[in-house]
């Protein structure tokens, strides 16, 4: 594979700019892809740049990942067509009289659903968006506090997709041997210490301890003002709600994905419950229904495009050798004391630029835990920094699905995200980095 160098870092340096210039996520992202295509093949890029495209919207992850979105959507239209979202906003109206008790809900909402990422994501932002508009939050404020938490709690539960996927990890690059991959995570537990301060960091937030700075300040001062959107309907088509519309279908695509290990088969298992659940209650008729979940599925279409955009700026990352670059060029300053910290902040600004995280993840485990073996690092340590390095990247990039998704559920774009969700993520990103400097000098 040819070398870039510092070029592979050009497509990303391209995304960032255009994104904050234009506005438009998804275009910024086929343009990165564009102009590392150029670097790879020149004036003769279309063809290897289609063949990429095809690559990825060929592949089963990027199937999966349509077919999860998508119901995911038909889900929150269903939630909504039937009134129960409106039911659980009512309940959570008497319960949250203010800011703060909105936004500890919201964060403890997000807790609760630990079972998937994207589950607790949309879960957090569709069920408390009209709290938080009622009470003049802004909705960049929900999407940052709904993304901070979910993956959060995703990473540190080994029953979770994202801990099952460490785990595997653990066990892919001899850290540990399969049978004790489970107690090697809970013994690194202790040390996954971003997913430990986001989730402190976004309850001291919520609760108005630390206080919301730059564009976010900006952002409440704007919301203060009524610039919001507007607010959903009190009821639908004159039904009276009801929370458990929403709650036992949340429940039960919980429980399905737990029981499974696969989160599709808890979306396909809810759509089917959801029509024995609202249809002899007479909330729609079946045309109404299929109607529905047709239409939450399409409106999840710009989520898609952004996702699959960033996955194809992954692949022209990898081909153009930019996470070997970035590891490489920091190999041979890494010396056993500053290896946790150097993992960590490369890796998070890695899964950052190629929107991919636990793809990058995969790659540095087997780069990073024989370096830290060679170098007789903490090997503990060493794991637990490039995990909160993989939560760290899903939430500070701004195209990433968790982030898109996010916006998604709380109807604000990906550029306000990045303005005002990053300033505040960088308060846990550097309270890791000082820990793990701090506990490396320790125990190295």
């Not at 093949?41 to 063949?51: E, I, N, Q, R, T």
């Not at 039937?82 to 909105?102: D, H, L, M, N, P």
């Amino acid at each position: 594979m040819q070398n870039f160098g510092v070029l592979s870092l050009l497509p990303v340096a391209v995304v960032i700019v255009l994104v904050f210039l234009t506005r438009r996520t998804a275009v910024s992202l086929l343009a990165g892809t564009v102009v590392g295509a150029v670097l790879l093949y020149g004036s003769g890029f279309p063809k290897p740049w289609l063949d990429v495209v095809y690559g990825v919207m060929g592949s089963d992850l990027w199937i999966w990942l349509v077919l999860v979105c998508g119901f995911f959507g038909s889900l929150v239209a269903l939630f909504e067509a039937s009134g129960g979202i409106y039911g659980f906003t009512a309940i959570a109206a008497k319960i949250c009289k203010g800011e703060k008790r909105t936004l500890f809900a919201s964060w403890l909402l997000g807790v609760v659903v630990f079972v998937d990422d994207w589950l607790s994501i949309l879960s957090v932002g569709t069920a408390m968006r009209r709290a938080t508009d009622r009470f003049r939050i802004p909705r960049e404020m929900l999407a940052f506090l709904s993304n901070s938490t979910a993956s959060s709690v995703c990473v540190i539960v080994p029953t979770s997709t994202w801990g099952v996927f460490m785990i595997s990890q653990l066990v892919a690059t001899g850290v540990c041997p399969a049978e004790e991959g489970m107690s090697t995570f809970l013994h690194a537990l202790p040390f996954l210490f971003y997913p430990l301060m986001a989730l402190l960091c976004g309850l001291l937030y919520a609760v108005g301890v630390l206080p919301k700075f730059g564009p976010m300040k900006k952002a409440y001062a704007l919301a203060r003002q009524g610039e919001l959107a507007e607010e959903e309907p009190e009821e639908t088509s004159g039904k009276k709600t009801n929370a458990l519309n929403f709650l036992l279908p949340v429940i039960l695509v919980t429980a399905i994905t737990i029981a499974t290990g696969e989160i599709l088969y808890g979306t396909l298992v809810c759509l089917v419950f959801c029509a024995l659940l609202y249809l002899p209650q007479r909330l729609m008729g079946p045309g109404k229904y299929l109607d529905t979940v047709l239409s939450g599925f399409k409106d999840m279409i710009g989520v898609l495009f952004i996702v699959t955009s960033a996955f194809i700026l992954r692949d022209i990352n990898s081909l153009l050798g930019m996470p070997e670059f970035v590891i490489g060029a920091a190999k041979a300053a890494m010396v056993p004391q500053v290896l946790p910290v150097a993992a960590f902040l490369i890796v998070t600004v890695l899964a950052v630029a190629a929107g991919n995280f636990w793809g990058i993840c995969a790659i540095a485990f087997p780069v990073i835990i024989p370096i830290a073996q060679a170098l007789d690092a903490n090997i503990l340590l060493t794991a637990g920094a490039i995990i909160s390095a993989t939560a760290a990247g899903s939430h500070i990039c701004f195209f990433g699905s968790e982030a898109t998704l996010a916006c998604s559920a709380t109807q604000i774009e990906n550029v306000r995200y990045a303005q005002t969700a990053i300033p505040l993520l960088i308060v846990p990103v550097v309270l890791s980095a000082l820990l793990y400097l701090g506990v490396g000098m320790m125990l190295g």
